[in-house]
């Protein structure tokens, strides 16, 4: 028992750091894209300013609206951070480096994605005020909707790879990186997790400066800080799951051996450059209307998901390949 | 009457140029056969190695079925040959314990039954 606290903490400590980290990296990088500084007064060059951000949330005062329904306005800021940092049991950071190795961690990790609607759901529901409830209807709208193309893409690997364990994703790669056969899908793919993390250019259900925050709008101080914790926490996984699924998870290329930390370190760079694609995306392309998104979703990328399905089965199929 | 000579607003012998309305993008990059040539060329090539990663593996997974399916006389041989030694310390054991009770016969079926049945339990060592 205290052993499985002290892996959990040994997992949760460095990515709470990392998220924190990565608040000042997306804020660095637009302002270099924009031609700005960015912070640059809090520690050296800026690197305590997610700190210095946090504490401020933390000492303010959380405001309650009285006509909240205050258990679930307090919980679900809670169930949305939790639901973001339970994913990460099933990663694997190098080879048998898991918090659990599960068979079907793919199965896992899509349901608890799944279940942070309800997060969304909840916080909108329970301010009882207009915006906060229109705010999250839009936001678990686009989430439920993107849920099925992604579910479409991972589906196409799981029956590429015949696992649905993420050791075995990995490392059926060290054969070929995902993404060379599946170079179309990967494009699908990277509109898919922008949405479904709520990201520019589809984060108009929270856009930050318009709408005040869509359905946290109503949170504030330390409520709104777990929001802000959760959502990073899930566009980090994200692309933890790009380069486990794409560009061969802790492998380095050319089958070249080395030593798990090495192996971890590979991950997290991967994963960094993937971060970095979401920040480019957020400095370079507008916000697209709420009915383009929905278009987008159920008349582009979902048909496209099935099509890409069919022929991957069909060719699977017919070159005998198939690992099962 | 006398003709006037009047100039009409007409157009010049020989008709106006074209005009140009054509929008003037400068084309860039590769054009989209090229492209989808390209995406088509790397996803082949790609599925070329997958399925190679796909047969390998599955003659791994042939070659560990095939090894267990070999083992499993030698592995059936130290199981008899286990469960007879640990029925022999278990009699003696019972012989030693139960040596004061009269009418005690060691090592008498529990089962209703004069067919041999197989041990279902086995006394591990206490660690």
């Known amino acids: 028992m205290l052993f499985f606290l002290l892996e959990s903490f040994i997992i949760l400590l460095p990515l709470l750091g990392s998220i924190a980290f990565m608040t000042l990296a997306e804020r660095k990088v637009m302002a270099s894209m924009q031609r700005r500084v960015g912070p640059n007064v809090v520690g050296f060059y800026g690197t305590l300013q997610p700190f210095a951000d946090g504490l401020k949330l933390l000492l303010k005062e959380a405001v309650i609206p009285s006509h909240a329904n205050k258990v679930i306005f307090l919980v679900s800021p809670f169930i949305t951070l939790s639901l973001a940092l339970m994913g990460w049991a099933a990663i694997p950071f190098a080879k048998g480096t898991a918090l659990a190795d599960l068979s079907l961690g793919v199965l896992f990790l899509m349901a608890v994605s799944s279940l942070g609607v309800y997060g969304v759901l909840l916080a909108g529901w329970s301010a009882n005020s207009k915006y906060a409830f229109l705010g999250s209807l839009r936001s678990s709208a686009q989430l439920v909707s993107y849920e099925l193309p992604l579910a479409m893409v991972i589906l196409i690997i799981v029956s590429i790879t015949g696992s649905l364990s993420f050791l075995q994703i990995v490392e059926f790669q060290q054969g070929v990186w995902l993404i060379i056969p599946l170079l179309p899908l990967s494009l699908v793919w990277f509109i898919i997790i922008l949405a479904e993390t709520n990201r520019a250019p589809f984060d108009l259900p929270e856009s930050e400066s318009e709408l005040v925050a869509g359905f946290m709008v109503e949170h504030s101080a330390f409520p709104f800080a777990f929001f802000f914790l959760g959502e990073y926490a899930s566009i980090l996984i994200m692309s933890v799951l790009t380069s486990i699924f794409f560009f061969g998870g802790y492998l380095i290329p050319f089958g070249i051996s080395s030593s798990p930390f090495l192996q971890s370190f590979v991950l997290g760079l991967k994963s960094s450059l993937v971060f970095f694609f979401f920040i480019w995306v957020r400095a370079t392309l507008p916000r697209v209307r709420f009915d383009q998104l929905m278009v987008l979703c159920w008349c582009s990328l979902l048909p496209l998901g099935f099509a890409f399905f069919v022929l991957i089965i069909c060719t699977l199929v017919a070159f005998e390949a198939t690992s099962y | ?127």
């Open chain 2, 1 to 127: 009457m006398a003709s006037t000579l009047q100039t009409q607003d007409s157009p010049r012998p020989g008709g106006f140029p074209a005009i140009r309305y054509k929008r003037n993008i400068p084309k860039r990059g590769p054009s989209g056969l090229v492209i989808l040539t390209g995406l088509t060329a790397i996803s082949t090539l790609g599925f070329y190695w997958a399925s190679q990663t796909i047969q390998e593996l599955r003659e791994l997974k042939r070659e560990r079925i095939w090894s267990r399916i070999y083992l499993v006389p030698m592995l059936q041989a130290e199981l008899d040959r286990d469960s007879y030694r640990r029925t022999r310390a278990s009699l003696q054991r019972e012989a030693e314990i139960m040596k004061d009770v009269p009418d005690w016969k060691v090592g008498e079926s529990v089962y209703n039954t004069k067919r041999y049945v197989p041990p279902s339990v086995f006394v591990l060592p206490e660690k």
